[in-house]
């Protein structure tokens, strides 16, 4: 009998990117599950097309199970949509566009564009895969019965701290993530002015590339004004230079507005970074009782906050040990077995 | 030292977080710069950010349908050589067709968003008009509910309830004989300096809005529903909308509200809060005519004398 062949799209494929990295992951799984696995896109960084195939190549070959990695709009997936084949879609959450419309319209249209195509896939879709009950609701409301919760697979920096603060440093508060509106670094920036009132010397850095240059421009010109000397923009790093910067950092701190999983706040507590952040969208999921989690994001309940867990040792050591035990059950292997088990479900069901 | 066990650990950083929420609030009352500031701190973005990016739903909206209302036929050519000059003899070649359709397009386009924000301001008008807000906070907040009235609350529900939430929790006098009976029960209150002993005490209190914080529910989340105090201050339309959305979250469940009769106030309270709070009486008739099988339970109150009890089936 002949392997089943499992053909995964995507829109873009490139280095350092969340996405690209899960649909790897996906492709070794389905391989060691025995079947057979190609992956294609539109966009693919030159490093990977020997790994990945332009989509529009795929049109003459013929799969026993498509699966889709959403994300955004894109013409891959109106692709996908004409195939016969049974479809899984994994969904990874889209920004709503209206967070990006005043900065990057067109970005809001190709995100009101992705959240039409969502629906013609979920309705069309067999089977889906969410990375958390949060992006499960989301799909079930645009159409699909079954969903199941597998997460997203990455694999945190190996690097373990002791969770006291550093002396004689300045108290650093961290954040990753790309500059996008919806990660409201603007809100960030206004937690840190407002604590440098009770302790002048705190710091924010910053790590993570740029999603929109023009709220990039706004968020320096803010930091400049409100906080200045207080805000490092690091922009993107390397592995080692992440690690380092969790290292660093006294507290991670994540006001966003919306995420879909938030990969950074597992990162930081699998390094026993203690985690902070405002309950909106799928953070309260993700963190359960293993950071501080605010209901209001004001710089000064921020600030408050951030000036308890940095100057509390007992809330410190909670918080640290929490986050390890949390960081745990998303542990790069927990995370494989799990999808490896989801995979074999959803792929066994469609053939 | 650090809480092993999950559900200690749990009840920690509940109180961590209702501590800093309340102390926040103390630091604004204690320093009036401490809010210019934070208003300061705003504003400065504001100023850096394009319109629309900081404000409310509504303005963005409004500043989108502007922006996009406007039909540029003027497309850009590019920098390369050769390809400039082709795209440049296109362009010039459509531009009289699509200057003529454009205009029309624009014109239409600037009547609908000047008549969007006429609509705009007109409602704006209607709600200055109409006092929306006017009064808030000048009445006396609505007292707690007694010890004895929190007993009758909770041998109505019994022990079996299930799942339960207090809405205007306050400091958890009616949270607390349900916690005390082994019932999974939290409450939500606005004011987070007012939850803060209850937390301390251990209770599931969170500051949050009450009326927001029922929105959220998911239907059938809930065996129970209990809703005090900021009830009082609902005029019809809203305490019609708590009506549907406790019904909800219960699915088939029990909601209690806890609601003095506006008659029985004095004239400085009748005054100041006009048009709001409705009596047991209409509160039953609005869980009737939703389906609930309604119990008007009598108390030794002399303030909330009557609580409604709607049952759905």
């Known amino acids: ?351 | 030292m650090t809480h092993a066990n999950a559900a200690d650990s749990q009840a920690y950083i509940n109180r961590v977080r209702a501590e800093i929420e309340a102390e926040a609030e103390a630091r604004r009352r204690r320093d009036p710069e401490l809010e210019r500031r934070e208003r300061e701190i705003e504003r400065m973005w504001i100023e850096v950010a394009p319109p629309g990016a900081a404000g409310s739903q509504g303005e963005l909206l409004l500043d989108r349908a502007d922006r996009l209302a406007m039909i540029d036929v003027d497309v850009p050519l590019g920098s390369r050589p050769g390809i400039r000059q082709m795209k440049g003899v296109i362009r010039k070649g459509a531009y009289w067709y699509l200057r003529y359709v454009a205009d029309q397009v624009n014109a239409l386009n600037n009547i609908l968003t000047r008549l969007l924000r006429r609509f705009d301001e007109r409602i704006n008008a209607l709600e200055a008009a109409a006092g929306v807000g006017d009064g808030d906070g000048l009445a006396e907040s609505v007292p707690e509910p007694t010890d004895a009235v929190a007993d009758v609350v909770a041998s109505v529900l019994g022990s079996q309830v299930g799942r339960t939430m207090v809405l205007g929790c306050g400091s958890g006098v009616l949270v607390r004989p349900l916690h005390e009976a082994g019932i999974t029960v939290h409450g939500v209150d606005r004011d987070a300096l007012n939850i803060l002993p209850g937390v301390r005490d251990g209770l599931d209190l969170r500051a949050a809005e009450p009326a927001a914080h029922l929105a959220e529910a998911r239907p059938g989340e809930f065996g129970a529903v209990v809703a005090a105090g900021f009830v009082e201050d609902l005029g019809p339309t809203a305490a019609q909308r708590i009506v549907e959305q406790s019904i909800a979250a219960v699915g088939n469940g029990t909601v209690v509200i806890l609601a003095s009769d506006p008659g029985d106030r004095g004239v400085v309270e009748r005054e100041l809060r006009a048009g709001r709070g409705l009596s047991p009486a209409t509160w039953s008739y609005l869980f009737e005519r939703a389906g609930a099988t309604v119990d008007l339970v009598e108390t030794t109150d002399l303030r909330l004398r009557t609580l409604v009890v709607a049952r759905l089936v």
């Open chain 1, 1 to 351: 009998m002949n392997a089943v062949r499992v053909h995964q799209f995507t829109a873009a494929i490139g280095p350092r990117d969340a996405v690209s990295h899960h649909t790897f992951e996906v492709d070794t799984l389905l391989r060691d599950l025995g079947y057979e696995s190609e992956i294609f896109a539109q966009h693919v960084h030159p490093d990977l097309r020997d790994r990945v195939r332009d989509y529009r190549l795929h049109a003459d070959l013929e799969a026993d199970v498509v699966l889709y990695q959403a994300s955004t709009g894109s013409p891959v997936a109106d692709y996908v949509l004409t195939r016969t084949e049974p479809l899984i879609v994994n969904y990874h959450n889209l920004t709503p566009a209206e967070m990006f419309d005043p900065w990057e319209p067109h970005i809001g249209a190709e995100l009101d564009f992705g959240r039409r195509q969502l629906g013609r896939l979920a309705r069309k879709a067999s089977h889906g895969l969410a990375d958390s009950r949060f992006n499960a609701t989301e799909l079930e409301a645009a159409g699909l019965d079954d969903v199941v919760v597998a997460p997203v697979l990455f694999d945190p920096p190996r690097l373990r701290r002791s969770g006291t603060i550093d002396v004689g440093e300045p108290p650093t508060l961290l954040f990753v993530g790309r500059l996008s509106p919806n990660k409201c670094q603007e809100d960030l920036i206004a937690a840190t002015a407002a604590l440098r009132r009770w302790m002048p010397e705190a710091r924010l850095e910053l790590v993570g590339a740029t999603s929109s240059h023009r709220y990039e421009t706004a968020l320096r010109d803010y930091a400049q004004r409100v906080c200045p000397g207080g805000v490092a923009f690091a922009g993107s790093v390397s592995d080692v230079q992440l690690a380092d910067a969790y290292a660093h950092a006294d507290v991670f701190v994540c006001l966003s507005e919306h995420e879909g999983f938030c990969v950074p706040v597992i990162e930081a507590m699998a390094t026993g970074t203690p985690v902070v952040a405002f309950a909106a969208a799928v953070l309260p999921e993700t963190i359960g009782t293993a950071g501080v989690l605010l209901d209001n994001k004001s710089p000064t309940n921020v600030a408050v906050a951030l000036q308890r867990v940095l100057t509390d040792r007992e809330l410190r050591a909670q918080l640290v040990e929490n986050g390890r035990r949390r960081a745990a059950t998303f542990s790069p292997e927990r995370n494989r077995s799990v999808m490896r088990e989801a995979l074999r479900r959803v792929v066994e069901d469609c053939v």
